[in-house]
């Protein structure tokens, strides 16, 4: 599957953003979807994740609150919705898609995820 990332920019500190994933090559709908984030010099780290059913979600401690994951089975899209934004979100956010049971072995770490798009910037800055 291919996965495209789109929906960064540059936002002022409190603002809000909303990145899309768009899947093609095959439907999502049995995936584990995730954002990830890796600033300059810096790891590439877990926002969130979601099951295709329920759904469930889980996230990275400095996000939880503000930022809200979600996705459209239907038309194999996966968002990030980014509120309240502050300087050191600044990073590259990458979707992923991995199987179903990603969610349950492990949903932070890259290795769960064999499907990665190419990242979008997003730059919080007054």
């Known amino acids: 599957v291919q996965l495209q990332a789109s929906g960064g920019g540059l936002v002022q500190p409190g603002g809000s953003l909303r990145l899309s994933c768009a899947a093609s090559?095959?439907?999502?709908?049995?995936?584990?979807m995730a954002w990830f984030r890796q600033a300059p010099g810096k790891e590439r780290e877990f926002v969130a994740a979601?099951?295709?059913?329920?759904?469930?979600?889980t996230y990275a401690r400095f996000v939880k609150g503000r930022f809200t994951i979600s996705r459209d089975n239907t038309n194999n899209l996966a968002y990030l919705q980014m509120n309240s934004l502050k300087f050191e979100d600044t990073a590259v956010y990458y979707c992923?898609?991995?199987?179903?049971?990603?969610?349950?072995?492990?949903?932070?770490?890259?290795?769960?995820?064999?499907?990665w798009g190419q990242g979008t910037q997003v730059t919080v800055s007054s």
């Open positions: 992923a898609a991995g199987s179903d049971g990603a969610f349950y072995h492990g949903p932070t770490q890259t290795g769960e995820y064999d499907s």
């Open positions: 090559g095959r439907t999502l709908s049995g995936d584990t």
């Open positions: 979601i099951t295709r059913s329920g759904p469930r979600t």
